[in-house]
């Protein structure tokens, strides 16, 4: 079962993820980062995949905490996805467009947590968003996941920017959970990941 719900509480923050990649991208997200709730949607539904966040977290004091721990929660239900590698395609990449703004994200599912992010946005911050959560985020994700990450991104605006980041995100991840047509298979030459 690729069905999977992880649940982390914290002083800071109460969150629940489930991710289902063998579903039609049917997404809920509710972080009380209206923002956010857009990227992880834009992922999500791009990717084909099904998604659920709901978080409560210290909001007061800003959104870091929040952003974070999705990360870390989301990471952890694609751990559970991956499983030790049986069947999947493992691998994926997708180059996506957003007016002026172009991001390239290619993944590897393969149990080694790692990321590289090449780009910058023109401002501090994107609506109340601090910019470099973003990059947090997918570092946080990537390396409780185990997967290997290079997100590079260009353009003007930073909202088109950072929208192609999260459906390039979302497409190659679709793609690298995606099952092979041989399900026994662990596509690594050392037999495991």
Known sequence: MRNITVKR??????????????????????????????????MARHGGFDFTCTAKGDLGVDCHHTIEDIG???????????GD??????????????????????????GRGYLAYTGTFGN?????????????FFYSLCT????????????????HQCEAVF??????????LSMSKDTKQIRSTKGKF
């Open 72 to 82: 870390i929660v989301f990471g952890d239900a694609l751990k559970g996805v991956i």
């Open 144 to 159: 409780r996941a185990g997967i290997t990450a290079h997100i590079m991104f260009s353009g003007r605006n930073d909202h």
């Open 124 to 136: 501090k911050t994107l609506g109340t968003i601090p910019v470099d959560i973003f990059e947090h």
């Open 9 to 42: 509480e914290t002083k800071e923050t109460k969150i629940a993820i489930t991710v289902n990649p063998d579903g039609s991208g049917k997404v809920s997200a509710d972080s009380g980062v209206p923002f956010f709730d857009h990227m992880l949607n834009a």
């Open 167 to 176: 459906k390039a995100f979302g497409i190659a991840l679709g793609g690298a």
């Open 85 to 110: 590698g049986h069947g999947i395609q493992r691998f994926a990449h997708a180059i996506i467009p957003m007016d002026e703004s172009l991001a390239t994200v290619v993944l590897d599912c393969g």
